[in-house]
């Protein structure tokens, strides 16, 4: 039998278990990162707090969002959350984690401020001279049929002594040894010199380098018949196959 003081028995009761079974949203604790001191922030961001505040006022106009609806996340809290991307490298879920927010808000907050960052480098990456780089393009382009290439760069590494102190482990280089490394950048116009850039690294490697220890003696015979070469259980990655063609056919 219906109830007389209801109008519709079967919507009340719909909207009763709507209510009963309805989640509040929650929302989480987004604190704003620029009240922190600069050891706090340097440590997480690689930023101190002016040089926040600069990139706020830098990206602001580009990234706000127009309205606050869901919580919306605030300019320096977007800053924070890249930078703090930038700093780690590590993957979507360890930034959400660290800063209480889902991944998708992670990467569609990166991609923003990315895109904010590249709309400036026309204005914060030059470089010397008053040549454009569209001529120095089809400068390049002209040397090797290379396109889009605006420079070139030749490094080495000259082999030094073991510096002391705590540092010492900075010097060590991909190849286990200590050295300096020394780089050379240039465009079209250095064509001519590229000759004399490579002539300066051969004077400066006999002036500074240390002396390479003596490489070890090979681990099996050099007179290997090649027509039937072992095969060397030990050998994972080709070293030792290549040495004994070196010891035999090049020494």
Known sequence: MACPFLEDVL????????RAF???????DRSDPLVFGDDYLIERYRFSGDGLRYLCRLLGPKIQHQTARSHALTVPQMVCVTLRWFASGSFLYSVGDAENLNKGTICCTIRR??????SFSNIFITFPGHRRPLYIKEELYKIAAFPNIIGAVDCTHIRIKSPSGEHEGDYVNRKSFHSINVQQAYNHAHNKTRARIEMTFGLLKPLVSVPAPPEEPPRVAVDVDWENAPIFPDNINGRLVRGQYIASFFT
């Open 113 to 118: 401020v990315c895109l904010a960052l590249k």
């Open 11 to 18: 919507d009340e009761e719909a909207l009763i278990l709507r």
């Open 22 to 28: 309805r989640h509040e949203r929650v929302y989480q």
